[in-house]
């Protein structure tokens, strides 16, 4: 069974603009999770998606916004691109929504660079 | 809110020795679950273990173990026979009962295996 797959892998973008990641968990696993990675700020969650709906939401602006289709495959959009959002974007997914017992597997992350 | 700490932000162990990676994490919730994850520099996020809060056996898995202390709140990895594929970013996480699928992840703690 194919792992969760993120893409692009690698992205370099300029201020002020947005970008697109996107996130296709494994074969029949309905929830997404989205971290951020940073040197300064170590690992923190994004949100949450399950059943296209955003089940549970982290401390970030609003210019983070996700989504999340009928497939189960899920995006995430930054607008506005500010330097600090430079960072290692991770998804994860799992069978079911929530709960501590659920497994979740990770994808191999969206390196975003911001000029 | 939970947290977890990891103390020690660099180890370095022998091959074939045994290394302790410690961690601590603060909650009032009773249904929880800690793990610790593996990150090489591929950067693809790996569970090495988990522990679920109601059992009182620690969790092992080959060469892996953990010592949970409830009371004291702390969870640390053994890793025994260390072997140079074990260098990697190692991260404590916590998942509770109120956490949806959110995990709450310590700094990390990079380990050096030394031939």
């Known amino acids: 069974k194919a792992g969760v797959t993120q893409t692009p892998r690698y992205l370099i973008k300029t201020r002020g603009q947005q970008v697109t990641l996107s996130c296709s968990p494994i074969?029949?696993?309905?929830?997404v999770s989205w971290y951020q990675q940073t040197p300064g700020q170590g690992l923190q969650f994004l949100f949450e998606?399950?059943?296209?709906?955003?089940?549970n939401k982290g401390n970030f602006p609003g210019r983070f916004s996700g989504r999340q289709f009928s497939n189960s495959r899920s995006e995430m959009n930054v607008s506005t691109l500010e330097l600090g959002d430079s960072a290692l974007y991770l998804c994860?997914?799992?069978?079911?929504?929530?709960?501590?017992?659920?497994?979740?597997?990770f994808g191999p992350g969206t390196r975003l660079t911001v000029l | 809110a939970q947290t977890v700490t990891q103390s020690q932000p660099e180890m370095s162990v022998q091959e074939a020795e045994t290394v302790t990676l410690s961690c601590t994490y603060d909650?009032?919730?009773?249904?929880?679950?800690l793990f610790w994850y593996k990150q090489p520099p591929s950067r693809q996020m790996i569970l090495v273990i988990r522990q679920e809060a109601y059992k009182q056996q620690n969790a092992t898995e080959n060469r892996f173990s953990v010592n949970f202390q409830k009371a004291a709140k702390s969870f640390s990895l053994k890793i025994s026979d260390s072997q140079l594929g074990d260098a990697a970013m190692y991260f404590c996480a916590y998942k509770g009962e109120t956490s949806g699928s959110r995990l709450t992840f310590g700094e990390g703690t990079q380990l050096t295996v030394n031939p």
């Open positions: 994860a997914s799992s069978l079911k929504e929530g709960g501590p017992r659920n497994e979740q597997f």
């Open positions: 998606y399950f059943s296209e709906t955003q089940r």
């Open positions: 074969s029949g696993h309905r929830s």
């Open positions: 909650t009032s919730e009773s249904d929880y679950y």
